[in-house]
């Protein structure tokens, strides 16, 4: 059991907290029961343990309680991690009918959230813009539940994958305050794309530009909805 | 200009930090120019201010930027906070037609996210469980963004408001994932009532069961949504 945290492998791994050494390495960290056990149905390199409960069939790091305690992200931690593979997430507009598109979208519980929520639709693939919140923040992959080792997912200029869209016959559609019609006018289509933006600015101007469509849900007293919740009710509106 | 962290006012402030004392004192710190503004159209007993940008109605304490963060809840705090007035929460259901009830919800992001979306879609209440996530929590008034000062929120033993709303002839909803029914099958009635469970266990078996009908969203991949965008789906739905 490794106790030190001087220990090479911990130090090693305590660098996977931050954002540079996770790209570097092409690893995240993950923690929970439900997290590693959704891991483990995909890719699951190591696990990290305090307790020997079970046989497991990765490679097994036993840690004391004050080691998982710094390693964690949470002051009450479980007491089990893992060590998971960053997926590839190539700039290829996948074949598909439904695509979930984030414009700069930057709380880690928004993204996680609608990556939930797109798999629970059965959306092909989300398409983040290069500017959102990494992936990889563990906020993030906690909201997911897990949907994140599920849902392709590719990160690459929103303008240039709408123009890759608009050739597999995907419809566009923007959601928008302003100069937008009312969602209830529109009927499903057999493929379409929607795009969620930034929480504070909304969508960028000259993406809104390439839109087919802009549209709004029809609220009450206050100017928006949070940004997972309107991509939610856009997802079900044309489920 | 206060500067020490010592000073009596700021000592008091602090408190307010802790549940126990929002509930002795009855008050509660707001951070940001957005809740600010919207606390200031409904009852904002003081500001606490960093710098003199403009002249306010309210009494106004000026304090140090180190003062300042401690007292606020976030990193880097915007150069303003609030002080205000607890509302009433009182065990009363309101005469109304669209209610929402939330059972044992305890992640504050949810409850604002909720709180937010019911006043978007025109809700009368929001009755909460006596066992919900502290409302006053800083993380649940951000995810309002300010919608907390305009909804009336009651809170109550929810059994009881079943009760209460089954005699104003309110049909209630429970949203369940097991022996419920697809919600496209229902239609819109003039008065309703959802309710929201918990995160990890959903509703109480025994509010499950007061429930006029038990609705899901058909949803494949995951076991279930989040909460929040369950409910908020469930409010478009029936909009």
Redesign the interface.
Known sequence: MITSLNNETIKELMKLKQKKYRDERQLFLIEGYHLVEEARKHKCLKMIVTTLQEQFDEETLYVSSNVMNKLSFTKTPQPIMGVCQKQNHNAIVKEGKRYLLLDRVQDP?NVG?MI??A????YDQIIMSLDCVDLYNDKVIR?T???LF?MNICMMDLSLAIEKLHLQDVKVYGTALYKAKDINVFEKQEKMAFIAGNEGQGIDKDILEQCDECIY??????ES??V??AS??VM??F?
Chains 1, 2 share one sequence.
């Not at 798999?119 to 059965?122: K, N």
């Not at 849900?217 to 206050?222: A, E, F």
Request: charged share 5%; glycine share 10%.
């Open positions: 519980g959230t939930r929520t798999l629970a639709f059965g909201s539940q897990g949907a599920q849900i029809p609220i009450q007293s206050i909805l949070n997972a919740i939610s009710i079900y509106h489920h």
